[in-house]
């Protein structure tokens, strides 16, 4: 058993915090509340991040914690260069959002209350929009401290903070996972509490839209199991590193079952092409710091499962199938921002801009090149703090504003200045621009795209590439018309005494404003660990490219040293 507990309590404070954070709701107010479960998720990120420090510092590879499980094999958390990108990001996001939540999700309780809707009936504009509201101060101190003293709103803050500490320990849980039950268990347990968040904080027909995000990812979920369970079966045990060591044991009529199963199981979460129909409604409808966890942080542990359970695991049979991966992820990338680019609803817009993201990462982590799937797990990273942003920024809109249709708005740059130079951020993250992490991302995946399609003289792959640097451009239109139809122009006569969010909302979205700017310039802070996993995951392997380096002689394929620093694919000569 492990001397220390680092994962473990990490994992395990916020879900055993949980019921705690629900009776200080009820009985001490939201404000106490707030910070109690703020302080529950810093304290479980500051204990992640003890072992992460490890692994950046090259003192250890791995951190991992083992205890017997039973029949099942051992319950292991595990940290190493391809968990600690997720992990990070989960805990970081959660805790930041659980601050932001505050003003937001007071006013939205407040809206539900009978006499609220009672007395706004439809609206001033013919259709309730997702605030109910046109009050320019609805994220006022003055006001949100009058809504904290009602006990209605008291008692549903509380149930939202336990769920959502709960649905923190999900995603934390699935991505430390070192056993395949252990994996099924977690994934299914971040589906419930982000059920009833969406079923009790959600706007429009929330429950038959939760209802409709729980049949999908449970039936995918559904499907990713009898995948799971034939891979312990014929590998003799659940572990991964047993199914590891097994996995030549598998039957070869069996393995593209299994590696379908796989696929598709974990498609569902990522939102891919023609598995996405449910994402648009369920990140739309959720209540926006919701929505700020499902889109970037969620749907990308889909990528996680693909990369540890398929290209891990079973390394084998990747290249048979990477192709596919890759054309699947182009789909979803060009229809992903072609309907974001169609949309008039500010949150619809980040939907699908979210499926068209996830695209980028299938199309890393199909190209057969230690680079792309390198840049496609990075995206991650820079998916998930630039969509934050604008997801929170969609939610300061819609508080101050009361409408998240672009329609409706316009010229808030010059009311709203701290909103907007953040959104913008978070805009330039997600387009790919320097100095944003964003930026590093791109880079390195269409590098290591353009790599395999040039060593093989590909015309398919180059043709894919050439395809996918297209829709960057379409990721960049789609983005920068939401901008300006939101921050510039000519502001409505209603909107002029609008002003910008109290600090919860502006300093929350400050701070990862800030960390998407300095992993955009110092990105070893997660590229150096990701790199040195995946090129030890597809070592001896000759199937999949390695980091080319300028050496004299030097063969497409010859396996060499990997280098990557900061800013820049490094070249090294003899």
């Known amino acids: 058993m492990a001397e220390t507990y680092f994962l473990l309590a990490a994992t395990f404070i916020p879900l055993l915090l949980a019921p705690i954070a629900y009776g200080i709701g009820r009985k001490l107010g939201v404000n106490i509340a707030t910070w109690f479960t703020f302080g529950a998720l810093a304290v479980s990120t500051g204990l992640l991040a003890v072992p992460a420090i490890a692994i950046y510092n090259g003192s250890q590879q791995v951190y991992s914690e083992s205890y017997i499980w039973g029949q099942f094999g051992n319950f292991g958390l595990r940290l190493d260069g391809l968990s600690l990108p997720f992990a990070l990001i989960i805990y970081i ?48 101190s003055s006001q949100l401290t009058v809504l904290e003293t009602d006990q209605r709103v008291k008692n549903q803050m509380a149930l939202y903070f336990s769920l959502y500490l709960a649905f923190s320990m999900g995603m ?23 059920f009833f968040l969406v079923a009790f904080y959600g706007y429009g027909a929330r429950r038959r839209i939760a209802l409709m995000f729980f049949f999908w990812t ?17 590998a003799g045990g659940f572990d991964f590193d047993t199914i590891k060591a097994n996995a030549a044991n598998i039957p070869a009529q069996w393995l593209p079952l299994i590696v379908f199963a796989l696929v598709l199981g974990l498609g569902v979460k990522l939102a891919a092409f023609l598995l996405h129909i449910w994402l648009p409604y369920a990140h739309a409808e959720a209540p926006t710091p919701v929505s700020a966890l499902l889109s970037p942080a969620m749907i990308g542990i889909g990528a996680y499962g693909i990369l540890r359970l398929w290209l891990e695991l079973l390394t084998g049979s990747y290249e048979q199938y990477s192709i596919y991966i890759s054309m699947w992820g182009l789909s979803t990338m060009v229809y992903g921002g072609a309907m974001a680019l169609m949309q008039d609803d500010i949150k619809k817009v980040l939907a699908y801009s979210s499926i068209s993201q996830m695209g980028y990462i299938l199309f890393g982590l199909g190209s057969e ?6 840049g496609g797990t990075l995206m991650y990273v820079t998916h998930g703090l ?7 920024m969609a939610g300061s809109i819609i508080l101050q504003t009361g409408t998240r249709s672009m329609a409706k708005l316009g010229g808030l740059a010059g009311k709203m200045p701290y909103t907007a130079v953040l959104a913008m951020i978070g805009a330039l993250t997600i387009i790919g621009i320097p100095p944003t992490s964003g930026f590093m991302g791109e880079w390195i995946l269409f590098s290591g795209v353009l790599q395999t399609a040039v060593a093989d003289m590909d015309p398919l792959r180059t043709t894919m590439f050439a395809l996918g640097i297209l829709a960057t451009v379409l990721s960049s239109a789609y983005i920068l018309w939401m901008f300006k139809r939101i921050f510039f122009g000519k502001i409505p006569e209603e909107l002029a005494h609008v002003k910008d969010s109290n600090r919860y909302i502006t300093a929350t979205m400050g701070v990862l404003a800030a960390m998407t700017l ?29 980091v080319p380096v300028h050496a004299e002689g030097a063969e497409n394929r010859m396996a060499v040293e990997p280098v990557i620093t900061t800013g820049v694919l490094a070249e090294a000569a003899h």
């Open 218 to 234: 449970h039936v995918g979920a559904v499907v990713l199991l009898l995948g799971l369970l034939a891979m312990g079966f014929f």
């Open 386 to 392: 630039g969509k934050a942003i604008l997801f929170m």
């Open 518 to 546: 300095i992993i955009g310039v110092y990105p070893d802070l997660f590229l150096a660990p990701i790199n040195d996993y995946i090129g030890g995951m597809f070592e001896g392997h000759e199937g999949v490219l390695p």
């Open 369 to 374: 090149s230690i680079l792309g799937i390198t």
């Open 93 to 140: 996001l959660c805790t930041v959002l659980a601050l932001y939540s505050k003003p937001y999700m007071v006013h939205k309780v407040s809206e539900d209350l009978p006499e609220h809707k009672a007395g706004h009936g439809s609206g001033a504009t013919g259709q309730r929009d997702e605030s109910g509201s046109h009050d320019n101060h609805n994220g006022s």
């Open 172 to 194: 934390l849980g699935t991505v430390l996972s070192t056993n395949l039950i252990e994996f099924y268990v977690f994934f299914e347990l971040m589906l419930v509490p982000s």
